[in-house]
């Protein structure tokens, strides 16, 4: 972190402050993919009886 005047210049990694691996990928594609199969099935159930 670099002070020049009022401003603070800090590098990319510090700022992003958060993982590069791609697993939270699989994890949002994975936890949507059951979201919409759950709310498939609340729907379906009713409308086939």
Known sequence: ??????????????????ES???MRWVLGISLTLAVVAMSVVWLIPALS
Do not use: L, N, P, Q
């Not at 009022?6 to 990319?12: F, K, L, M, N, P």
């Open 1 to 18: 972190m670099e002070r020049r005047g009022d401003e603070v210049h800090i590098e990319t990694e510090e700022a992003r402050a958060g």
């Open 21 to 23: 691996t791609g697993i």
